[in-house]
């Protein structure tokens, strides 16, 4: 068979906003008994059913949050979603909802939303999360997005940033630093695409690095490892902005000091060899690089023996008083480097 190098394309004119919507949303099913109605109306109407709702909200714009040279649309919308259910995680709740709003140009067709939502329910079939509504409007620069994302949870298990106390427990979930080094494979090869489009990429042998930062997941999963071994976290974020960055929103929000030790830090060897060949420090990419959408927490020391050998959970430093400061404990030494936010920042200086 002969692949077509010219299929056709539908405008999103011909279909309409509404009659986007309706083609884009059509096989839709809902799961969750707390959605009462979803597409199709003014607004959905979701029960609580005596839980606390939380509510968590991010937008992905074209050149800033993704690039499209390298980033597929099932991809981009699968992650878009994981972004959102992420942010629920973090607060120990249960994701149930998602609110989808685009908008883009006339140079994405039809066939464009459908990849990109096609993305988004395969993670809400994944995290058994339902569609429930959203928008789509047009644009003047590329393509965008805003995931709402809604979460449900009794009062007494929801986890915020606020209740680390000094002596607490530091603890990462999985490994960190891969979406950075995943990122930095996808830039060099678009670089050398661009310089010679007949170039194939050399994407062999990083194949866990390129998911964590394509495809990566959220870990709806630690929630349930709470419960099994009786965990009760006393504060909690997840990993978006790299390690350091997180770290110090604990801190703030917990007027607590942190002391993280370098060797505690966990790492994938596929992470720390790609990393190497960049002649990056591969723990600058842990601490700054951001993207993992690992969960960072605090437990009581007592609470120790719980999780001390669970493959899961890597205990990575302790809470201090707020005025003996945030620091990494260098590998090998008792130097102290000062944590510093150098991971994303949303609005950088031009």
């Not at 077509?4 to 999103?12: E, F, N, S």
């Not at 509510?55 to 979603?81: Q, R």
């Not at 603890?171 to 990122?183: E, I, Q, S």
Request: charged share 20%.
């Amino acid at each position: 068979m002969f692949e077509d190098k010219k299929p056709h394309l539908t405008p999103v004119s011909q279909l309409g906003e509404f009659g986007l919507i309706k083609h884009l949303t059509q096989n839709i099913n809902l799961e969750q008994e707390s959605t009462t109605l979803g597409i199709g109306d003014d607004a959905a109407i979701i029960d609580p059913k005596g839980k606390k709702m939380v509510v968590s909200t991010d937008i992905l714009a074209e050149g800033v949050h993704f690039n499209l040279g390298y980033a597929p649309l099932k991809h981009l919308g699968y992650k878009a979603a994981v972004v959102n259910i992420s942010d629920i995680a973090a607060m120990n709740a249960v994701p149930t909802q998602l609110l989808v709003s685009i908008a883009a140009s006339n140079r994405f067709p039809v066939e464009a939303f459908e990849e990109l939502y096609e993305g988004i329910a395969l993670a809400c079939k994944h995290y058994h999360v339902d569609l429930v509504g959203g928008d789509t409007t047009s644009s003047q620069s590329g393509l965008m997005m805003s995931i709402t994302a809604i979460g449900l949870q009794d009062e007494d298990k929801i986890v915020k940033r606020s209740g680390a106390k000094p002596n607490d427990l530091l603890v990462v979930t999985g490994d960190l630093g891969g979406a950075y080094m995943g990122l930095q494979i996808l830039e060099r090869e678009h670089a050398v695409y661009l310089a010679n489009p007949n170039m194939q990429p050399e994407m062999e042998g990083y194949d866990y690095i390129l998911q964590r930062q394509l495809k990566p997941e959220a870990r709806t999963d630690i929630r349930r490892l709470f419960e099994e071994l009786d965990v009760h976290p006393t504060s909690m974020i997840d990993i978006s902005d790299g390690l350091a960055s997180e770290i110090l929103h604990l801190s703030e929000n917990s007027q607590v000091g942190f002391h993280l030790y370098e060797e505690k830090i966990p790492m994938d060897s596929e992470m720390i060899s790609t990393a190497e060949e960049f002649n990056f420090n591969p723990v600058i990419a842990a601490l700054n690089g951001g993207e993992d959408y690992e969960l960072l927490f605090t437990i009581s020391p007592s609470e120790y023996d719980k999780i001390k050998n669970h493959p899961d959970f890597t205990i990575i430093g302790h809470a201090v008083e707020s005025n003996q400061g945030n620091y990494m404990v260098a590998r090998g030494s008792n130097e102290l480097i000062q944590l510093t936010a150098q991971g994303w920042n949303a609005f950088p200086e031009e």
